[in-house]
């Protein structure tokens, strides 16, 4: 899959400029076993292979890693385009900028040759120390002023645009004196970066913070959109929580309808990180993506479930937590 290594033309969208691969997954090792044994052994017939157009990586997962799974997503690549997507560049952050991270990052780049290249708007940690969480910023000039510095910086180290993604949120600053959609409008005129609409956390953070998740969306820079992401969160009854651990809701498939429509054939990935189920099943939800493009309204709305009399509400943490948790849980094995 050739890369984009600098920014289209100023009269081509960035949305033109990269390509539209179809309908993707998240490539992880629960499901390794399941991709050797079926699609990717060459031997199946091609009608065999799952309906899956290419696969994501959490990009810190391959960073320095040179086992089993560097083999697995040589092995990956070679069949599908690839996307890496970051969870550690702390874009928002007042410590300087991770040269050794991003260093490292580039080299994964250099060997993956993803189609591109994304991480989030927001900040990750403060004195050296990663709270493995995806924080929020104030939207500010100020905050603004940053950002726009440090995404060029970050662009002109690895040559190519940088995929940023809106944030599932849960608090708001009082110190803000623009919204999210016009942070992010701004952000992407100022840098030419592009965007990856996660259409979960425009549904999770819009109940949490209650404006209108559909004006959100039209309010976007359609232009710079290059990806779009859907998931399954957790309803805690007064607030929604980003868990990815569960089927796409009804009222975000009714939000990916609205996005797609304004671009259509947008490059799509179904996030699924905490009970991961088996890889056919990720599939059959990915396929709902398919249906819901050919005007059909796939899934169950998502209500409030409280706990059974005398039952405590089961903790709920978000998934970069939860997924740093499996992996180290998974190393110490």
Known sequence: MNSIVSG????????????RLGFGVGLRNCHYEWLLKNDLDLTHEPSQSPQVDWFEIISENFMDNHGFARYMLDRVRERYPVV??????SIGS???????????????????????????????GIAGVNTHDLLPLPYTEASLRHVVQRVNEVQDILQR??????????????????????FINALCEETGCGLLLDVNNVFVSAFNHGYDPEHYIRSLPHDRIVQM????????????????????????????QLAQSLVPDCSTLLEWDANIPAFPVLVDELNKARQALSGELPGTDLEYQPPASGQAAPTVVSTPIHHNLQVEYAESD
């Open 8 to 19: 289209p033309a100023p009269d081509v969208a960035l949305a033109d400029a990269l390509p």
């Open 94 to 124: 007042s410590d300087p900028l991770n040269r050794e991270y991003i260093d490292g990052l580039k080299v994964l780049i250099d060997h993956v040759k993803p189609a591109w290249i994304s991480d989030h708007i927001c900040w990750t």
């Open 229 to 256: 992401h859907l998931a399954g969160p957790t309803h805690c009854g007064s607030h929604m929580i980003d868990t990815h651990d569960t089927e796409v809701p009804r009222q975000v498939w009714k939000l990916y």
């Open 84 to 89: 890496m997507h970051g969870v550690s560049l």
């Open 161 to 182: 645009p940088l995929i940023l993604e809106n944030p599932s949120t849960y608090l708001q600053f009082k110190s803000s004196d623009m919204s999210e959609w016009q």
